[in-house]
């Protein structure tokens, strides 16, 4: 399967400061990659979509102003949290699909990054 | 929107036995179906799929059934190890669109040695 990674794997900051996490999907071209937060013991909860070239879909009660997408190029997406406070420590996780098929069938499957634990202190 | 409820949310098995894990799902327009398996502290990794126009699939010691008519899919695990020890989520995806699946709560599966 496609293989899709992250970095940082995890990070500790200082709460106010702004953490940037990558998302590269490294043997294919990523059109479309997703971004999902994830408490513990819970399930994934989609934050945003991003597409290349264009702005980020944001998911209802995601604050667009405090968690910024760039997707600028068709490997690698970012997740920007702007003045993270604790309440935003979580495990962030990235998905990226799979560019659709000849004839303009797209392609279902999402493949997960390995995800970046961040704790805000 | 989709509803995708999961169960049971814990399973508990000895090595060897089989283990089952149940999804149903709302909408009847969803026409993809992932399994995800997630390891502590790690992404979760595909394991399986089914479109709707198969019943089953089996990879191995890994199979999928499907039935559309009722709207639940199941994930079955012969000859346990304890290395499937991990949370196991199913999901359901309509054809079209953005293709934005909706993820079940989740199954965390222990396998005893």
């Known amino acids: 399967g496609a293989v899709v990674s992250q970095h940082p794997s995890r990070v500790i900051c200082k709460s106010g400061t702004s953490v940037k996490i990558e998302c590269r999907s490294l043997d294919f071209q990523a059109t479309t990659m997703f971004w999902y937060r994830q408490f513990p013991k819970q399930s994934l909860m989609l934050m945003a979509t991003s597409n290349e070239g264009s702005k980020a879909t944001y998911e209802q009660g995601v604050e667009k102003d405090k968690f910024l997408i760039n997707h600028a190029s068709l490997t690698l997406s970012t997740l920007t949290v702007t003045s993270a406070h604790p309440e935003d420590s979580s495990f962030y996780i990235c998905s990226a699909r799979e560019p659709g098929l000849a004839g303009g069938q797209s392609r279902e499957t999402q493949y997960f990054g390995p995800g970046t634990r961040l704790l805000v202190l | 929107g989709e509803n995708v409820e999961q169960h049971p949310s814990t399973l508990s098995v000895q090595e060897g036995d089989s283990a089952v894990i149940k999804c149903t799902y709302s909408?009847?327009?969803?026409?993809?179906f992932p399994w995800y398996k997630q390891e502590l502290g790690k992404g979760p990794q595909l394991i399986i799929d089914i479109r709707s126009n198969v019943g089953e699939k089996k990879d191995q010691r890994i199979a999928v059934t499907l039935n559309k008519t009722a709207k639940h899919f199941s994930l079955h695990i012969t000859e346990t190890q304890p290395e499937d020890s991990a949370v196991y989520f199913c999901a359901a995806s309509p054809s079209g669109g953005s293709y934005i699946p909706t993820f079940g709560r989740g199954t965390s599966l222990i396998v005893h040695p």
């Open positions: 909408d009847s327009a969803s026409n993809y």
